[in-house]
């Protein structure tokens, strides 16, 4: 009998997940890790806390991304 181990909220096994920290999310994001904070505190990004810092999944990063896109307003 094998084990997979933890699994994610969708399925997927923990040991797939790539974790990324505030400081590499604001700088993808090419925002201040204070707005990364204010994003993982309102519940808008997702995080798992390790002591006192934060991870944040990578998947978290690009649904939050792709959620976020706004369509251009027409000229005219």
């Known amino acids: 009998m094998t084990t997979s181990g933890p699994e994610t909220p969708d399925g997927r096994p923990l040991g ?15 925002v201040s890790k204070m707005t990364v904070y204010r994003l993982v505190h309102a ?16 998947s978290a990063v690009h649904e939050y991304l792709d959620k976020s896109y706004v369509q ?5």
């Open 16 to 30: 797939e997940v790539r974790f990324l920290t505030v400081a590499e999310v604001a700088t993808a994001m090419r």
């Open 43 to 58: 519940g808008t990004l997702p995080a798992v806390q390790v002591g006192r810092s934060f991870r944040i999944p990578e």
């Open 72 to 76: 251009g307003m027409e000229a005219g």
